[in-house]
């Protein structure tokens, strides 16, 4: 149980086209998503929360016009990265939760993005 | 907001040793540490958690401690195994306020056999 699938699992594109990346919990439903970045050999780090039926809550220094997030059911959130640039080559994860009161969150598979 | 701390960095050991990963945190109202293991290019696998009215919790080889005075926590591997080597990252969360987790720097761990 609780597995949680990304798509796609990596993606090259030209500077300034956009790219979207699904996560899906394939075996429950989660009012919450979490999505994060990270840059080779580091720490994982939060870009934004996920609630279905309401808009993303982004952390400080991401930009929610970059990075829209979409959370149209309770199994899937996609996150999609406009006007890319080579900067924004990254690795990025979704996770979800169980539902209220579960705070365990588990990963999706990433997404490995490379912008030239 | 919470910043979580790691420490080593790196570490490696020899098969069978027992490997120590310290973590502390900042905001006194965390109450949820779980530890991740992520292989090179691969999704971070929960391996323990550990929520702070427990002040230890083990599950074979794995261990976790939490001493809330002094806001740190602690991953205990014992008898380590090649296969254990990985990068390992701490993380910390309050549960009343969106369940966002800060994560540590990471520890790469290497077992040598």
């Known amino acids: 149980g609780a597995v949680v699938s990304q798509h796609p699992s990596w993606v090259i594109c030209k500077s300034g086209t956009s790219v979207k990346i699904e996560c899906r919990s394939l075996?429950?439903?989660?009012?919450?998503m979490f999505w994060y970045r990270q840059f080779p050999k580091q720490s994982l780090m939060l870009m934004a929360t996920s609630n279905e039926g309401s808009k993303a809550t982004y952390e400080q220094g991401v930009e929610k016009d970059k990075f829209l997030i979409n959370h149209a059911s309770l199994t899937l959130s996609t996150l999609t990265v406009t006007s890319a640039h080579p900067e924004d080559s990254s690795f990025y994860i979704c996770s979800a939760e169980l539902g209220q009161g579960e705070e365990t969150q588990y990963f999706g598979p990433g997404t490995r993005l490379l912008v030239l | 907001g919470e910043n979580v701390e790691q420490h080593p960095s790196t570490l490696s050991v020899q098969e069978g040793d027992s490997a120590v990963i310290k973590c502390t945190y900042s905001?006194?109202?965390?109450?949820?540490f779980p530890w991740y293991k992520q292989e090179l290019g691969k999704r971070p696998q929960l391996i323990i958690d550990?929520?702070?009215?427990?002040g230890e919790k083990k599950d074979q080889r794995i261990a976790v401690t939490l001493n809330k005075t002094a806001k740190h926590f602690s991953l205990h591997i014992t008898e380590t195994q090649p296969e254990d080597s990985a990068v390992y990252f701490c993380?910390?969360?309050?549960?009343?306020?969106?369940?966002?987790?800060?994560f540590g720097t990471g520890t790469r761990l290497a077992v040598r056999p």
């Open positions: 993380a910390a969360s309050i549960t009343s306020s969106g369940d966002k987790l800060t």
């Open positions: 905001d006194s109202a965390s109450n949820y």
């Open positions: 075996d429950f439903q989660a009012t919450t």
């Open positions: 550990i929520r702070s009215n427990v």
